[in-house]
């Protein structure tokens, strides 16, 4: 007996017959439903014909009502089939001839509402994604006009009846089976920018359902409805897509609508998903599945609008395990490419790595990352401070949730880090950055070497280190507004008003009550404010003996005499201070810091200003002359430019005429009246004050004396303080070098600088002065000192400000236009903020003074 022949998959071979009988049979079905289709597509046309052709509003009523019964209507429903064909085929053509049938004259043929209703209802009532699409394009297509009004009108009642999410239901439904990827990429393009679309149609007369602000907020809650309606289908054992909502929410938020979509978003999908897990399992898959092209705005949105790490952990999940781009995003962008983020954002982040196990390797990894950018001279030197005040808290907050085990692994290498880092921000000359240096560098010693001695620094502590070392403690996580506010606070209320104390709270009182009736608070005490401490020897009375006595043994009595009262016997005693100035001068510079004297480093100063003002030419010299000399630490050096600066502010500031100088003014007097026994002549004077008050003047002569104009004194002596200093900037020494490391003093130079050009203004030197120090800053320019370079842009706003108009123009005019340059490129590219800020100021002081000149008169 012959066996029967079979495929590949077991199943028994058709002969010619068998085929040709299938065959047959196929197309007999596919005429079946032809034959089926046939009355809804002359259905369809004809509706179509009338709705171009007819003026009768019985005859288009009757026609819509046919049609309408093809979407499911009450009355005689149509068949399944019917109804699939007419909505897959047939209703976006439909639609379409009702929107360009639409005419003013309508209003006539359908006076009442019902049959205003009847033209809506097929947008209204139909599927949401084919009547948004129609109604877009048709407003965006069509000019101002009755059908533009029209198509707005329904479309906003669309979107106010839940059109939104409709719109996405329908294509999740359709993607668990198949759908068109262009219809899909249409819909999302359609549905992100459609605020855009129509305010770029409607301008002024748009309505507010789409404005950003309102309309994308209503995007989210549309997206939570869908969400919803899926959690039920899968509940329900039914299969359902979520990608479509995943790439709606990633096209919003690649377009920059973060706040607007996740403000509404996440606060709802946090409370589904606290003791929900197919809520938690959708939300991981509804960020999963969103494109990596989009990946980065909708993580990004994710962790700021997260309220901590707690929330974000159960919405996001092991995102940054499963996806690369994630990865990239929350452990290099965030952390290392910007800057900008609030404290919370990083407290969510890494709060967010430490969660899991999974994704603590993360961690230990940032934590690496950040301290070889801390540690980088590079960074420290060109990086904008706001990104060294991020990078720092970031490492505090690393330093909060990183295990010990891990900081074993990586001893050897993170004690590195801490080293070069530590160094390069104790270099630095800014006392913020410095003090970052500090603040880390401590806390990184305790968790690093917890068993020996840990960094200590003196620095005064600022609300700034304060808000740094609390990043140490790891943040409570922020009550949701569902629960209860006592949930995260464990600590026990306050108590309310009608609250009793507690026994041991009310016994404390009730035991010193004894104790005050033997208080001394009713005794009035003695007025000690002006009691001077009695010293144990007498103050010296002339210069020489204080130049004897602080060049001889050390007396610490006699030291704290003499500085307390130097200052005075220089300013009382000019002619004996002229004659051992450059002396006395000398020992100041050289005498050690006292610490057993208070205030000692202000006393010294005030001393040389004094010897400074009181003899300018050869105290200068000398202090210029020593600047540049050896055996002086750089203290002492950025003492003599303080002195310098200090001394020239106050030549330049006119001396104040005595009272009885003045011409015209008469010295004023105090009269002393008994309490008891009034003045019966003192109400004349009282009424004419009142009088001279009440009265209205409106010529009057000059009610005082003008104070006479003096000289500044400052002028004649500027060059000798100005032009020394800048003779042997460039000279390196064995223990001073202005252009290497000792940009510190730089830095202190260029802006003394700067304030001796600003304080010869109206001198005949000023013209002298500025030409030089412009030439010093294009020297300069490249410094990659931030300190240095704020500096020399001061010296610049000096320049601008002290030398007249007429001789810039005249005497720098090309330095100025090489100057613009540079500041405009400083403006623009550097990256210290303060150097940005001064560069804008000075180009609006170049703007002014061009405006100046132009309005100037000629002759």
């Avoid at 009757?62 to 085929?89: A, D, N, V």
């Avoid at 907020?217 to 409805?225: I, N, S």
């Avoid at 510190?744 to 001198?763: D, K, S």
């Avoid at 007249?804 to 903020?833: H, I, K, M, N, Y």
Wanted: aromatic share 6%; charged share 25%; net charge negative.
């Amino acid at each position: 007996m012959r066996a029967r022949a079979c495929c590949r998959d077991g199943a028994p071979r058709l002969g010619r017959a068998g085929q040709r009988r299938r065959l047959k049979e196929g197309e007999e079905e596919q005429l079946l439903g032809e034959m089926e289709s046939l009355p809804v597509h002359r259905a369809v046309l004809e509706a179509n014909s009338i709705l171009s052709s007819s003026r009768d509003g019985v005859q288009i009523r009757e026609t819509l009502q046919t049609i309408k019964r093809y979407l499911g209507g009450p009355e005689s429903p149509p068949t399944p089939k019917e109804k699939e064909e007419f909505i897959h085929s047939h209703f976006t053509t439909f639609l379409q001839c009702l929107i360009c049938n639409l005419r003013p004259d309508w209003l006539e043929i359908f006076p009442s509402d019902e049959e205003k209703e009847l033209w809506d209802s097929f947008f209204l009532e139909g599927p949401a994604d084919q009547s948004f699409m129609v109604l877009l394009d048709s407003i965006i297509s069509t000019g101002p006009s009755f059908r533009l009004n029209k198509a707005t009108d329904v479309l906003e009642q669309l979107l106010q009846r839940g059109g939104l999410s409709s719109l996405m239901w329908e294509v999740c439904k359709r993607q668990s089976q198949a759908g068109s990827p262009v219809l899909q990429e249409a819909l999302l393009s359609k549905v992100v920018c459609l605020p855009d679309h129509l305010a770029n149609k409607l301008q002024v007369e748009n309505r507010p359902a789409f404005f950003p602000q309102n309309y994308f907020p209503a995007l989210g809650l549309a997206m939570v409805h869908v969400l919803e309606k899926i959690s039920e289908w899968l509940r329900g054992g039914l299969d359902c897509s979520i990608s479509f909502v995943s790439q709606m929410l990633g096209k919003a938020c690649v377009h920059g609508r973060q706040r607007e979509i996740l403000s509404v978003l996440v606060p709802r999908l946090a409370d589904r998903t606290r003791h929900d897990c197919i809520w938690q399992r959708m939300c991981w898959r509804l960020v999963d599945s969103v494109p990596d092209r989009w990946m980065e705005a909708v993580v990004c949105g994710f962790v700021q609008a997260a309220p901590g790490a707690v929330v974000l952990s159960r919405l996001l999940g092991n995102l940054v395990v499963k996806s690369k781009k994630a990865q990239f995003v929350m452990t290099q962008k965030l952390l290392l490419l910007q800057y900008s983020h609030p404290t919370t954002v990083l407290q969510s982040l890494l709060g967010y790595l430490a969660l899991d196990s999974t994704r603590r390797p993360f961690l230990a990894k940032a934590l690496k990352e950040l301290l070889g950018i801390w540690g980088s001279s590079s960074a420290v030197k060109h990086s904008p401070l706001e990104q060294q005040v991020y990078i720092s808290k970031a490492i505090l907050i690393c330093l909060s949730h990183v295990k010990n085990a891990d900081i074993e692994d990586n001893r050897q290498e993170l004690l590195a880090s801490v080293m070069e880092g530590m160094k390069c921000h104790l270099d630095s000359n800014l006392p913020r950055v410095r003090h970052l240096g500090m603040v880390v560098a401590e806390s990184l010693s305790v968790r690093i070497t917890p068993e020996g001695p840990a960094l200590k620094f003196q620095y005064e502590e600022d609300e700034e280190i304060r808000r740094l070392k609390a990043l140490l403690t790891p943040r409570l996580e922020q009550a949701l507004p569902s629960e209860p506010s006592g949930v995260v606070n464990d600590r026990p209320p306050f108590p309310g008003p009608g609250t009793k104390p507690s026994p041991a709270a009310s016994a404390k009182p009730s035991q010193g009550a004894d104790s005050d009736l033997d208080s001394d608070d009713d005794l009035v005490p003695y007025d000690m404010s002006e009691d001077r401490e009695l010293r144990k020897v007498k103050a010296p009375a002339y210069i020489r003996d204080c130049i004897e006595i602080l060049a001889g043994p050390e007396d610490a009595d006699r030291y704290e005499a003499t500085m307390g009262v130097l200052g005075t016997l220089i300013r009382r005693n000019a002619a004996a201070a002229r004659e051992v100035s450059v002396e006395l001068t000398k020992v100041l510079l050289h005498l050690e810091e006292k610490s057993y004297i208070d205030g000692f480093a202000g006393l010294r100063q005030s001393a040389l200003v004094a010897l400074a003002v009181t003899d300018p030419i050869p105290v200068s010299r000398f202090l210029t002359a020593e600047f540049y000399s050896l055996n002086y630490s750089l203290r002492q050096r950025m003492d003599m430019l303080d002195v310098l600066a200090t001394a020239a502010q106050e030549l330049s500031k006119p001396v104040a005429p005595k009272p009885e100088q003045l011409p015209g003014l008469k010295q004023a007097s105090i009269q002393v009246l008994s309490g008891d026994q009034p003045d019966p002549s003192d109400w004349r004077r009282v009424v004419e004050e009142r009088i001279e008050s009440k009265t209205r003047r409106f010529a009057k002569g000059p009610s005082r004396a003008e104070l006479p104009c003096t000289p500044n004194k400052f002028g004649p002596v500027a060059g000798h303080f100005f032009f020394p200093l800048l003779q042997n900037f460039d000279r390196s020494l064995t223990t001073f070098d202005l252009l290497g490391d000792d940009h510190m003093v730089l830095g202190r130079l260029a802006h003394t600088l700067a304030v001796l050009m600003y304080l010869a203004v109206n001198t005949g030197v000023a013209a002298a002065m500025g030409k030089a120090l412009l030439e010093l800053v294009w020297t300069l320019r490249f410094h990659t000192d931030a300190y240095v370079r704020q500096g020399l842009l001061s010296s610049v706003a000096s320049t601008l400000l002290s030398v007249p108009a007429e001789r810039l123009l005249e005497d720098l005019s090309e330095e100025l236009l090489e100057t613009q340059a540079w500041l405009a490129d400083v403006a623009e590219r550097d990256p210290d903020g303060d150097c940005r800020s001064l560069a804008l100021q000075n180009l609006f002081l170049m703007e002014n003074l061009k405006k100046k000149l132009e309005t100037a008169p000629l002759g």
